[in-house]
């Protein structure tokens, strides 16, 4: 396995992954549904805790899509 790949991902070497790739909006999108079950439509305010947990989720469904993708 690629050490540096698994560090950029933020993947344990002592966790096992299967990866079944039928498509990544469904990650994505339980992203946004947990938002939106927990905010509605509102927007979140920059630099507090849960915009801050947000962009975290966001940014690694981005990760594991790229890397899906490769």
Request: proline share 0%; glycine share 8%.
């Amino acid at each position: 396995y690629d050490e540096e790949e698994f560090k950029n991902l933020e993947v344990s070497r002592d966790s096992i992954f299967l990866l079944v790739h039928t498509g990544s909006r469904g990650f994505g999108g339980s992203i946004l549904k947990d938002h939106l079950d927990k905010h509605g439509n509102s927007g979140l305010v920059q630099d507090t805790e849960e915009a801050i947990e947000y962009l975290k989720k966001h940014d690694h469904a981005c990760r594991w899509a790229r890397a899906s993708r490769e």
